[in-house]
Antibody
Framework: QVQLVESGGDLVKPGGSLRLSCAAS????????MTWIRQAPGKGLEWISY????????SYVDSVRGRFTISRDDAKKSLYLQMNSLRVEDTAVYYC????????????WGQGTLVTVSS | DIQMTQSPSSLSASVGDRVTITCRAS??????LNWYQQKPGKAPELLIY???SLQSGVPSRFSGSGAETDFTLTISSLQPEDFATYYC?????????FGQGTKLEIK
């Protein structure tokens, strides 16, 4: 069965960095787009980035572009999100999700990992 | 960015009711519209993709319709497990923005 397990969430000070990981199993990881979505406490969902199969294309929401970098390692069946220059407003649960072959919907989600940015 | 607006933001209904949630896009998104259900403390789950295609394993009481800028999610007969928050999402242009959510509560 498809499984996605996020890790790496932590408490970090403003301006700090963090790297999130998402370990995938139960499907051919290299065939799929992968997406990061976040949810601030008590708020709605925010799509933040995706990466295509083959890692030739990425896209970001404006609020994280230039600070966050999405990447994948198909040999390790893992997705990553490098987060730099963290701000208080980046505090959220971060979900990784498997998306379809064109990245248009996310059919499996991990359980999420909490990132807290606070001094 | 494309703005997605859901209505209502919250809704009270009873088991067995027929419920409709609407989602409006700030510009045409053709049929690139998805619906997700989220229960407290859990990750969202995909219900409908491409406006009207039912995700595998989702009960047939859920249906989606619409095109261009106006979309609806309908639950034909509410079950106790359907009380949750529902989000629409456009996937026509990145960033793939979500609506603000509709919280469906028990009356």
């Amino acid at each position: 069965q498809v499984q996605l397990v996020e890790s790496g969430g932590d408490l970090v000070k403003p301006g700090g960095s963090l790297r999130l990981s998402c370990a995938a199993s139960g499907f051919t990881f290299s065939d799929y787009y992968m997406t990061w979505i976040r949810q601030a406490p008590g708020k709605g969902l925010e799509w933040i980035s995706y990466i295509n199969s083959g890692s030739t294309y990425t896209s970001y929401v404006d609020s994280v572009r230039g600070r966050f970098t999405i990447s994948r390692d198909d040999a390790k069946k893992s997705l990553y999100l490098q987060m730099n220059s963290l701000r208080v407003e980046d505090t959220a649960v971060y979900y990784c999700a498997r998306s379809d072959y064109s990245g248009t919907f996310s059919d499996y989600w991990g359980q999420g990992t909490l990132v807290t940015v606070s001094s | 960015d494309i703005q997605m607006t859901q209505s209502p933001s919250s809704l009270s209904a009873s088991v067995g009711d027929r419920v409709t949630i609407t989602c409006r896009a700030s510009r045409s998104i053709i049929s690139n519209l998805n619906w997700y259900q989220q229960k407290p403390g859990k990750a969202p789950e995909l219900l409908i993709y491409a406006a009207s295609s039912l995700q595998s394993g989702v009960p047939s009481r859920f249906s989606g319709s619409g095109a261009e800028t106006d979309f609806t999610l309908t639950i034909s007969s509410l079950q106790p497990e359907d009380f949750a928050t529902y989000y629409c999402q456009q996937s026509y242009r990145t960033p793939h923005t979500f609506g603000q959510g509709t919280k469906l509560e028990i009356k």
